[in-house]
């Protein structure tokens, strides 16, 4: 087995550094007739943009990506199970811009290692759903985590 991937963050082995859409995409780029084929572009501001084309080509059958995207989907399922077992979640709620058509892959991936290897999975199957704003959920999530943290004397001025 190989050594884990580097993260933008410093660390090895991270979930986005295994399985996050700049991971799929460099997948992609080091096969130049795949990134050919695809369209891939190579520029970083691209890579959202980059992961839809591969995410259309998983959509239209094309194997190669298939295989990428099941190995992305597989690595995320993977850190679902490390978070569903050290937090007893119920449920995972995915989202976010790459999973806007990507999602059902990874809710069918994180499903299966669930289901396999989540510690409550005798008593109770975790749930896996996909956000019903999956691509503007995060930054929802962000905007209420700051209308909840700001005090009104902060907006206005004045103690309440």
């Avoid at 084309?53 to 399922?77: E, M, Y």
């Avoid at 896996?128 to 001025?157: C, F, K, M, P, Q």
Wanted: a negative charge.
């Amino acid at each position: 087995m190989g050594a884990s991937a580097a993260c933008v963050c410093g660390n090895r082995g991270c979930a986005e550094a295994e399985a996050g859409p700049r991971t799929v995409v460099a997948q992609v780029l080091a096969r130049p007739d795949l990134a050919g084929h695809l369209g891939i572009t190579a520029h970083e501001e691209d890579t959202l943009a980059d992961f839809g084309r591969v995410v259309r080509a998983w959509q239209a059958g094309d194997p190669d990506a298939t295989t990428i995207l099941q190995q992305s989907a597989h690595w995320s399922g993977r850190a679902a199970v490390t978070m569903v077992n050290l937090f007893d979640l119920d449920t995972v709620v995915l989202a976010g811009p790459a999973l806007v058509n990507a999602g059902p892959l990874y809710q069918r991936f994180i499903e299966t290692e669930l289901t396999r290897h989540a510690l409550s999975r005798a008593l109770s199957r975790p749930r896996v759903l996909l956000s019903a704003n999956v691509d503007t959920a995060a930054a929802i999530g962000g905007a209420l985590h700051v209308l909840r943290t700001v005090t009104v004397e902060h907006i206005t001025g004045t103690p309440a």
